[in-house]
């Protein structure tokens, strides 16, 4: 902490050349070193406005409200041929003339609808009930909503990549992480910007990507790339900011502190970034921007291996992220985010069935409250407090009431956005439940978690062919993954391919390290007419049962239900009730309670739970 009295040397906001050469000595040490190297940063870009969607045709980006995705090439191509002419028939003969050529005419009904598909995807659209594209069938296809062209800021989007550690001791590299993350938690909070999350951002430590690499591949306009060195108790900082069109240097500048000061630097470089790129910061925003607290050096990296371990998403990383976050509050018992890891960590131990909800959602809410004790701000914290209103205290308006002001204070925390996705699947809205969890994806494309979140989202709202798309998608690039797996094999049941389903939960059973696979196996099992095999299954989990203070009895319910025992199937249902188990919140939605759906049990269930008993939610076929 600054003693009293002492002035602080924080750095003006400014430019500079950058000379990571120079001499870093004690007795050599600058005060500042400013120069300008400012280009325009402001520059336009032709857009296209049609509905709630803006299309750069350049690069293939499509936006709706704040978040971006990548069209494919032919869903791109066949997309603005369907803007060329709103409202008129785009034949499929015209697609073919002008989108295949004639040596690929065999392949061409496949290729467009495949194309189409994930077009269709893309836009949040349906075959049979389509919004934005109206299919005439055999004829070909029509855009539906008005379409203007635009201009449009580009630069609007960043990404912080991994500040490098010039030391020659690598021991200090956790001080370049705790830097970089903290820059990204403290832009978050800037409304103008979307900033992708740490998990993306630290796959480039140590990239030699250029920065118009890396952007695509992020799918942000600019990229910040820094150097951190540190001589006893000083440091400085060398930042850049580069326009990730055309690799230009957009701003750069050199920031000197003490270390006891770094989070008032932090503050200073976030708001002198949001300036360089025509961020626009509210007087709340400049208010916590000014808002600084310090932290214990140590506490960062313990905080930083936490979530590491806690991405990971599996029961033996998830308990290894506790530890890690514990740490971090022992190292700074005022770190408020050290708190939200530890909330973090119990609410996935609970959702994923490894902890009793009754033990791990109070434990959750008590570390959530303690980090908004620390910090009344904290959007973070906000957000685990929301996960427990939503799947332990079953408080929908308490709980969206929560996530907005989540967001609100961090509005590119991208697990916010995540989470909040849970609810509109609950309540049965899913076009609002696949675009929040595609602007959670957006904010931190690489991050596996959300990533295979994306698939299980279009499972409950029974888009298969998308939910498979994805998760595969998802398996190839992180094998180890459990939970892709896991959604995968539900996927793939309701596509009846059973075998492969199998297969797919037998490596999430693996790779996770508990039994909440073991009701899906048997589900799977019984669908492939082996009933001996999913009643041996259930056998495994009742003994689990006797041996173990807890287990889920959701995925018991499953088994049963699958093997059309409603006694039994009801009778575990009703447990998971009494144990407040957050898988059933979903039951109205879950395909594989299909089934059972028409007994007069179910809808007294749903009732009891507290969601809207309707119709659909009581079809078989939804």
């Known amino acids: 902490m600054p003693q009293a009295g002492r002035k602080k040397r924080l750095p003006a906001l400014g430019s500079s050349t950058i000379d990571r050469h120079a001499d870093f000595g004690r007795n050599s040490y600058p005060h500042r070193v400013s120069h300008p190297l ?40 066949i997309l603005m041929l369907l803007l060329e002419r709103p409202g008129e028939i785009v034949t499929r003969e015209e697609l073919r003339q002008q989108l295949w050529t004639t040596d690929t005419f065999v392949d061409f ?17 349906s075959a049979t009930k389509g919004r934005y594209i109206e299919t005439r069938s055999k004829i070909g296809y029509r855009l539906t909503i008005p379409v203007e062209e635009i201009e449009h800021r580009h630069i609007d989007s960043i990404a912080i990549l991994p500040f490098v550690n010039l030391n020659d001791n690598t021991a200090d590299d956790y001080f370049a992480d705790g830097m970089t993350d903290q820059l990204i938690t403290i832009l978050a909070k800037i409304g ?46 060398n930042v850049q900011l580069i326009d990730a069109a055309t690799d230009a240097h957009l701003w750069a500048e050199t920031y000197d502190s003490e270390v006891g000061d770094i989070l008032f630097l932090q503050s200073a470089l976030a708001g002198a970034i949001a300036t360089a790129i025509g961020g626009q910061l509210t007087a709340q925003e400049r208010a916590a921007l000014a808002k600084a607290r310090p932290v214990v050096p140590s506490a960062y990296e313990a905080y930083l291996r936490g979530r590491h371990a806690w991405g990971k998403g599996t029961a033996e990383n998830l308990e290894k992220a506790a530890r890690h976050f514990e740490n971090a509050i022992e190292q700074d018992p005022t770190y408020p985010l050290a708190y939200v890891g530890l909330a973090d960590s119990y609410l996935l131990r609970a959702f994923y069935s490894v902890f009793a909800p009754r033990y791990a959602y109070p434990r959750a809410r008590a570390a959530a409250m303690k980090a908004l004790e620390i910090d009344p701000s904290s959007g973070e914290a906000l957000a685990s407090l929301a996960n427990v209103k939503l799947n332990f205290e079953w408080d929908w308006q308490a709980a969206e009431a929560t996530y907005v002001r989540a967001l609100a204070l961090s509005p590119s925390y991208a697990t916010a956005h995540q989470w909040s996705a849970q609810l509109p699947v609950i309540l049965r809205r899913f076009d609002e439940a696949i675009e929040r969890v595609l602007r959670a994806h957006e904010l931190d494309p690489l991050s596996i978690r959300i990533s295979a979140m994306v698939g299980w989202v279009y499972y409950l709202a029974r888009r298969y062919d998308c939910a498979q798309d994805h998760l595969q998608m998802v398996v190839e690039q992180a094998s180890d993954f459990a939970m892709a797996h896991f959604w995968l094999g539900q996927v793939l049941q309701q596509m009846g391919a059973w075998q492969l389903a199998i297969r797919s939960l037998e490596q999430a059973a693996v790779l996770f390290g508990s039994n909440i696979c073991l009701g899906s196996l048997a589900s799977a099992h019984a669908g492939a007419g082996s009933i001996t095999r999913a009643k041996t299954l259930i056998g495994e989990m009742h003994q689990l049962e006797e041996i173990n203070r807890y287990f889920p009895a959701y ?51 749903v009732e009891d739970i507290g969601l809207p008993v309707t119709p659909d939610s009581l079809a078989r076929h939804v």
């Open 38 to 77: 400012v280009t325009n940063p402001t520059s336009r870009a032709r857009r296209i406005r049609f509905g709630p969607f803006e299309l750069d045709p350049r690069s293939g980006e499509l936006w709706k409200q704040g978040a971006k995705s990548r069209l494919q090439p032919q869903s791109l191509r």
């Open 109 to 125: 009904n496949h290729g467009l609808n495949v194309a189409i598909r994930k077009l269709r995807c893309a836009l949040g659209d």
């Open 192 to 237: 103008s910007l979307r900033v992708t999350s740490r998990t993306s951002a630290m796959c480039y430590r140590g990239s030699q990507k250029s920065a118009s690499a890396i952007s695509r591949e992020l799918r942000v306009d600019s990229i910040v790339q820094g150097t951190v060195q540190r001589a006893g108790n000083k440091i400085r900082i």
């Open 555 to 605: 995925t018991v319910a499953e088994a049963y239900a699958a093997l059309d025992d409603r006694e039994r199937a009801f009778a575990y249902l009703r447990k998971a009730y009494v144990q407040r188990e957050p898988a059933l919140l979903f039951i109205s939605v879950e395909p594989k309670m299909d089934g059972v759906r028409n007994d007069p049990r179910f809808a007294a269930l």
